[in-house]
Each structure stands twice: as C-alpha cells, then as structure tokens.
C-alpha cells in the first residue's frame, strides 16, 4: 500500500482512532491486510466496533507504538506526548487529513463531496448508488448512514469521501469528480473573510479533473465545473416537485431533457439538492440515471440528520446535527411542516467562534421559535469565551430559556410538551447524548 516511501508494511497507529472519519481509516487499512493499531481517551460505539472487528484500541495512550506510521486526528494536539516520541523515534507521523488524500491517491477513481454542510448526506446517498449499480467501490464516510454506517467496500475502483473544509483538510484531496454543494461562510476561526473561505473551495475544485457546483449557491457557482444543479437553475434540475409529508418526488432533467422521475424516502426539501449533486456526480462517474435513481430511493437516512430518537411525554423527539444558521432555517422548515402540534427546540451551540461571528444569523433563524431552549456551549477545540457563549446568544432571545445538563433539559421539557407535539434537538456536539438521556421511550 502506497508507493514506497510510504509503504504501511510496518503498521499503522491512529491516535484519536475513535472519530468517526479515523474509524473507518482504521477499517479500510485492516481490511486490505495492513497491521492497524490505536488509542483514544474513552471508549465509545467506533471503538467497541473496531475491537469487535479485530482492531485493538487501547484507551488512553500506549507506552510504545510499534507501528511505522503514525496518523493523528486534528481533535488531538502534536504536542500529545505519545507524538512527541513517536517523532522523537522516527516514525512517520500523519495528520488525518494529509493520509486520507495518501489513501485515496491509491485507488483508479476519486469522488470527494464538499461544503459546509450537506456533505455526509450526499456521500451516503452516492453509497447507496454505487451499491445499488453493483459497482466496484470503497466508501469513507463522515457520518453514519442508516444502512452502511461510516465505512463500505464493495471493491476498489471507486473512492466515495468528504471533503471538509476545516483548516483546508480538503486540499489534500485531488479528485476525478468533486462535488461543491454550498460555500458558506463558516469557520472563522480558519478563514478571516468569505473571499478567503471561497478561493480554498476554488483550489480544491481546481485539484479536481471534473467539478459539480451547485448552481443557486452565489459562491459555488462561480467555480469553473462540468456540470451544475439545482431547483430554478442548474444544467441537471429537478422539475415537477411534489411533497408528501416532506417526503420530495421529482422528475430529473439534464439539459432540459426529462430523464426519471425519482421519490426520497428521507424528510426535507434540502434533500432534493443533495440527490442533485449525488445524479450529477454519478453521472460523470458513467452510471445510468435508472441506476442512480435506485440508489436514491433505496437511500433511508444518516444518524442525527433528522433522526427520530424516542419520545417525551407523548411527544416525538427528533435530533438532527445542523449547527450553522443555513442548516438549521431548513430543519426548522421541515419540523413545522411535518409536525401535528407544537414545535419545541433545543439548541447547542457548536463552537464559540461561530456563534460569536454568525450572532446575528443565528439570533435570525432561532428569534421566531415560540418555544426555544438553548444548551450549554459545545468547545470542542475552543476556550471559553463569553461573546460566543449559549447565555450571550440568549441575551438576544428573549422568549428562549437556557439549561446545561439533561435533567435541566427534561424538566424543562416536561413542563412544555404535550401528545402530538415534536422535540427538535439541533447541534453537532454532546447533546445527541443528552437527547437520549431524557427519553421516556426508545423506538
């Protein structure tokens, strides 16, 4: 594996190999036959399923890592000491990142999907694609789909992967088919202006053989493409929409030719892009649209994106991971639209510098729910910072209450929510798990 200087006969370490993305690494290298090894802080789902597939993971940090290469998620620091001496004894150390583009130069074909959001959803519906055409393909995947989970290999001519955009991880990637389903502005911390944002979007998709753009995004349709979708505009669009329950039916054109009717079986007019991008990049992959249209009916959903979790006090609870202002308007559309009763919303916010830079959006979409209640701050990488803080955001919502622990959460809840209503739990950190603390039931 790899050419030379990066052959992994000697093994491979993964330090933080309980993320979802390092899970599925880990999974691919065992699979071919490469000795894989790794540590986390905690035990969690990917690490009791990497132990169950033969993977051993030890939690905290091993004295000595045998293996000749070294891949470290971006959650931990290079500093970590284990790193510090594998450095130190001349391993070859990897950030996640740099050996994900290494990985996938190995395969004949390349499908990467990026934006801010949207990317787990459309690589999980092309899985469903490649499987459904019996096609030859290996699928990283940075979420969990309903069926295939993070990871899938039904051969290895194509490579199915995100591509994200935190702190230009993407530009690792040089893709046969890239897909850039929205630019917004996001990660302040990385990216000083939109300008700055847009021009890396620009330098993947230029890395990139052929490029498939969203065409009703301002920023992605300015970059150079093959093809290009969308509802109003786009060379391949999707005509004759009907919702049933926001469940989307639509006829595809390309060129303004119908080509298939296709009928989602997953909630959200969001969706109708997602399955967009998806036909266009497997158009260019060759599939046929017969193919991609099985594939996108067979596709049944991704854990948190409008996961129905369980229920509270007869009501339905719903977490879904959209955590930046765009994302988090089309949930919200999608849960009125669907709900028999009233709406309730909890929100987490994920990270301090983007509720602090987008304040103003965030205060936008979330001022008009009647019943809101905002958790306390996901950090993840960050320190603390009161502009940025779930109590700031609160300070401009005054119909919303604020709590920071699930029994907090519950009892809130418990005092609002009646039959037939629906609990949305919105964010990308911790309180899926806090979700799941207050359930009355499970389905």
């Known amino acids: 594996m790899f050419a030379d200087r990066h052959s992994l006969a000697g093994g491979c370490y993964f330090v933080g190999i309980g993320g979802v993305s390092m899970s599925a690494l ?24 990497l132990k169950a597939a033969g993977i051993p993971v030890a939690l905290g940090e091993d004295e000595e890592i045998f293996e000749d290469t070294v891949v470290y998620t971006g959650a931990f620091e290079e500093t970590r000491p284990c790193l510090v001496r594998a450095r130190q004894a001349g ?34 519906m092309l899985t469903h694609i490649f499987a459904a055409a019996r096609r030859e ?24 992967t995100e591509a994200c955009e935190f702190r230009r991880s993407f530009l690792s990637l040089h893709s046969d088919i890239a897909v850039v389903l929205n630019c917004d502005r996001d990660h302040t911390d990385c990216y000083a202006s ?13 890395q990139a053989q052929r490029v498939v753009v969203n065409a009703e995004d301002k920023e992605a349709r300015t970059i150079p493409h093959a093809l290009s979708f969308g509802i109003r505009a786009g060379t391949v669009r999707a005509e004759r929409l009907r919702s049933d329950g926001e469940r989307y039916s639509f006829t595809i054109s390309e060129g303004g030719a119908p080509l298939i009717r296709v009928g989602l079986n997953v909630v959200g007019r969001v969706n109708v892009y997602n399955a967009l991008a998806a036909f266009c990049a497997a158009r260019l992959a060759g599939l ?77 979409v979330l001022g008009r729910e009647e019943s809101l209640l ?9 320190s603390f910072s009161w502009e940025g803080s779930a109590v700031r955001l609160l300070c401009f919502l005054p119909r919303a209450a604020y709590v920071q622990s699930p029994a907090q959460l519950k009892a809130r809840l418990s005092e609002r929510v009646k039959s037939k209503d629906l609990v949305l739990v919105l964010g990308a950190g911790d309180i899926y798990e806090a979700a799941k603390e207050i359930l009355d039931e499970a389905p």
Do not use: W
């Open 194 to 206: 939109q300008e700055e944002l847009t021009a890396a979007y620009r330098q993947f998709a230029f």
């Open 288 to 364: 046929t649209a017969a193919e991609i249209a099985r594939g996108l009916e067979d596709f049944r959903g991704v854990g948190r994106r409008f996961e129905r979790v369980g229920t509270l006090g007869g009501a339905t609870v719903v977490c879904d991971y959209a955590h930046h202002p765009r994302e988090i308007a089309a949930t919200l559309s999608t849960a009125h639209a669907i709900s028999e009763g009233e709406v309730h919303v909890v929100f987490q916010p994920h990270t301090f510098s983007r509720t602090r830079d987008l304040m103003e959006d965030f205060v936008s």
């Open 374 to 382: 905002l958790y306390k701050t996901y950090a993840a990488r960050e």
């Open 137 to 160: 393909f290996t699928a990283h995947i940075g979420g969990e789909d309903l069926q295939f989970g993070n990871y899938y290999r039904a051969g290895d001519t194509f490579f199915l």
């Open 26 to 49: 880990a999974r691919l290298l065992h699979e071919r036959g490469v000795p894989v090894r790794g540590c986390d802080d905690a035990e969690g789902h990917f690490t009791r399923e």
């Open 91 to 124: 391993k070859r150390l990897f950030a996640r990142a740099e050996f994900l583009g290494l990985l996938a130069s190995t395969f004949p074909s390349v499908i990467s999907v990026a934006g801010c959001h949207g990317k787990t959803t459309t690589c999980c």
